[in-house]
């Protein structure tokens, strides 16, 4: 059987199921709905569908059939007109669970266990006790380290060990425990930090200011529901304002429709993990202003400890400090502009609810999906966030981005002394800029002095050029007056002037003094000779 292209949506009276289903046997239709189970069959496409909401047999219902278009339209009237049905668009939680082949399920969930309705009651404190670390005593039995989504994996990495480097900065998780993994984070973000590099983006940030401009779709997103909770005080979630593409939708469709029994650690565990992989998201979305490349991949799961260390927060700003620390050490933008930029978007799209979280999951996944062999984390991650945030009531998102909204994070809590570096490179500049101004004036005194050293020069010049005329012109009247040479003393003079070169090539000497002398015994060189 094949599960049909639908989508869902309503009015006040009424939940309209569309169904598209090309080249179906329509005269083999069949059709059943009953409170909040729903099924539909036209070979070869059958549907199964857990509604949010009741909705009743009355004689109401109506159902069209568009042949061009191979599309179903079904109306089927709500038991309570008017009741408003959340949660339309999350579809893969609206698809029946699969039931199991055996006799008796392995695992069965009767009702909803004591601690999720508990959870929904009780006001969510999303702080996590901690306990002070306590080395493990050593055991003959192999250290089992748990991870992935509400620390539910184990054993993965050991079976994958020749792609681990390329996904994580962790080494051998399946035997490294929870506390030593942020201890090795630590340590590991220490050495990459760059003071220059961050000097550099932090003085010429032209292109950041520039990427800081970007506007993804969750802004005008959030601009609309602000706009519509103004014109109404009812909270109709964020479907209306959050839309899926066709291959969005086509995921959910493929995603297998599960529950999560998860205690209240691991609760926590799993919503500060979605804060942080939402940090990591928003980063590389306004970083590329929303163009996916070859990077995509490497900037979210190198900026979320979550996903490169398996990191488990205590508590949300641990997982402020940790984002804020990784954009400073890592990516090719390192400033503190974009973690604050990333923060607001975060609590944007937490206010926006399941729809808009979801879309980001969705985009993550697909990212990671192109991306060899970051798929890996899609199995471990990815996947169970998509399944599970269609689940959660929106009024828990709620609370977690106030909680978030209200979490302060400055330089100073990142651990790398940001504030007193710029300080000092700002007075270096300062110093720089007083030394510039210092050579200006002087290049500006220096043309008068320069003038009246040529000008002294200048007549020193010409004093000696008369000297020089005059004695040039005493040689000339003497050379005269000795009439002429012998030519054979010329012959004479000429060899013993010329150069000496030893066996090796290379020039003996000169004997310029035997010249001078002869000149000043008034034997001039024939001027053939000169």
Not at 426 to 453: F, I, N
């Amino acid at each position: 059987m094949i599960t049909p292209d639908f989508e869902l949506s309503q009015d006040l009276d009424f939940l309209i199921i569309t169904i598209r289903v090309p080249y179906a046997k329509v005269s083999e239709l069949d059709l059943f709905f009953e409170g909040e189970d729903f099924k539909f069959y036209a070979k070869p496409y059958f549907l199964r569908l857990t509604l949010p909401g009741r909705v009743v047999e009355n004689g109401r219902e109506k159902a069209s059939y568009d042949t061009d278009k191979g599309t179903f339209t079904i109306q089927l009237p709500k038991e309570s007109p008017g009741q408003y049905f959340e949660g339309l668009d999350m579809l893969t939680s609206l698809l029946a669970p699969k039931k199991s082949r055996t006799a008796k399920p392995l695992v069965e969930e009767i009702g909803v266990p004591a601690e999720l309705e508990e959870e929904e009651e009780e006001e969510f404190d999303w702080e996590i006790e901690q306990t002070l670390y306590k080395e493990a005593a050593e055991s003959p039995l192999p250290l089992q380290c748990y991870y992935g989504f509400g620390n539910l994996r184990s054993g993965v990495f050991q079976r994958l060990q020749d792609e681990l480097g390329d996904v994580i900065d962790l080494k051998d998780p399946d035997q490294t425990p929870i506390d030593e993994r942020k201890m090795k984070r630590l340590e590991a973000e220490a050495a990459k930090f760059d003071p220059d590099h961050y000097l550099a983006d932090f003085f010429e940030d032209e292109a950041i200011q520039h990427v800081l401009k970007y506007k993804p779709w969750w802004v005008d997103a959030h601009k609309k529901m602000m706009a519509l909770q103004g014109e109404s005080s009812q909270n109709h979630d964020s479907h209306t304002t959050v839309i899926f593409s066709e291959e969005e939708r086509e995921q959910l469709r493929k995603f297998t429709n599960k529950s999560y029994l998860l205690d209240k650690r691991s609760r926590h565990l799993v919503y500060l993990g979605l804060i942080d992989i939402l940090l990591a998201y928003c980063y590389e979305i306004c970083v590329n202003e929303g163009e996916k490349n070859v990077e995509s991949s490497w900037n979210v799961r190198k900026l979320s400890a979550t996903l490169c260390w398996l990191e488990c927060f205590t508590s949300i700003h641990d997982v402020l400090v940790s984002f804020g620390r990784r954009v400073v050490c890592y990516p090719l933008y390192r400033h503190f502009g974009l973690v604050t930029r990333a923060l607001n978007d975060t609590v944007m799209i937490l206010q926006l609810g399941r729809a808009a979280v979801l879309r980001c999951l969705l985009d993550v996944h697909r990212i990671f999906r192109e991306s060899d062999p970051a798929y890996i984390l899609n199995d471990l991650f990815i996947t169970d966030y998509c399944i599970w945030i269609q689940k959660i009531k929106s009024k828990k998102l709620a609370a977690l981005s106030e909680s978030l909204q209200k979490t302060t994070l400055a330089k100073s809590h990142l651990g790398f002394e940001l504030e007193e570096l710029e300080a000092a490179a700002v007075l270096v500049l300062e110093e720089e800029s007083k030394l510039t101004a210092a050579g200006m004036v002087s290049r500006q005194q220096l043309p008068s002095s320069e003038s009246e050293t040529s000008d002294s020069e200048e007549s020193s010049s010409t004093s000696s050029s008369e000297t020089e005329g005059s004695d040039s012109n005493e040689r000339e009247s003497s050379t005269a007056e000795d009439g002429k040479i012998n030519p054979l003393q010329g012959m004479l003079q000429e060899e013993r002037t010329a150069p000496l070169i030893d066996c090796n090539g290379l020039r003996q000497g000169t004997n310029a003094s035997t010249f001078e002398v002869e000149t000043e015994r008034g034997s001039p060189p024939h001027p053939e000779a000169i």
